[in-house]
């Protein structure tokens, strides 16, 4: 059972360039999530899908955007990178029922822009 | 607008029991009161759980009292693994962690 699986694991990328984060989950999730976390900081919430087809914004959407084609997968771009996206980005994904707090992360993508 | 507002840092040591409190004043009713474990280099790990009166488990005890603005949770007899971040959330779609507890577990 291998969860939620993130790819890539670690990336650096020159600035202006674009690239696509994959997280992929087994566990039949409606809820999706993508965070960033910078050192020493919380994580922060990027953009989120309640089910497929559905995406919302987070706190700090700007300069991402994401898709959930398909129910399993939740993608995270980056259009035009830029130094200040450097960080860790996590995923996780939970159960559709509110009340079901409890999100299985994957291992994260240590991005590096420069 | 931050949800909940948790101490930056608290230090123990092995074998006490430590309390870490967060607020959530803004706490909507159907918001549940979530905490996560983090350590380094790694995703944040679910502990607990909880909408009102007391809630335990095998590694912790979640207190919430009547009016849901603010949580306690509970961790007994602390080792020097349980040194981590520790994050109070209040969900019901999005999840948002804020800056957490840095608990530092001494010998």
């Known amino acids: 059972n291998a969860g939620v699986t993130q790819t890539p694991k670690f990336r650096v990328l020159k600035t202006g360039q674009s690239m696509t984060l994959l997280c992929a989950q087994d566990?039949?999730?409606?809820?999706m999530y993508w965070y960033r976390q910078d050192p020493g900081m919380g994580l922060r919430l990027i953009h989120y899908s309640v089910g497929e087809g559905t995406t919302a914004k987070g706190e700090v959407p700007d300069g991402y955007n994401v898709s959930r084609l398909k129910k399993q997968n939740f993608l995270l771009g980056l259009e035009s990178a830029a130094p200040s996206q450097t960080s860790v980005y996590f995923c996780a994904s939970r159960n559709r029922v509110p009340q079901n707090t409890e999100a299985f992360f994957g291992q994260g993508t240590r991005l590096t822009v420069v | 607008l931050a949800k909940t507002t948790q101490p930056i840092s608290m230090d123990s040591y092995e074998g006490q029991e430590v309390n870490i409190t967060c607020s959530h004043n803004n706490i909507a009713t159907n918001d549940y009161i979530t905490w996560y474990q983090q350590f380094p280099s790694q995703g944040p790990r679910f502990i607990i759980q909880g909408y009102k009166t007391k809630v335990t488990n095998e590694v912790a005890s979640l207190f919430i009292p009547a009016d849901r603005k603010s949580s306690t949770l509970s961790l007994p007899r602390v080792s020097l693994s349980d040194t981590a971040v520790y994050y109070c959330l209040v969900v019901y779609n999005d999840m948002r962690f804020g800056a957490g507890t840095r608990l530092t577990v001494k010998p």
């Open positions: 566990m039949n999730h409606e809820y």
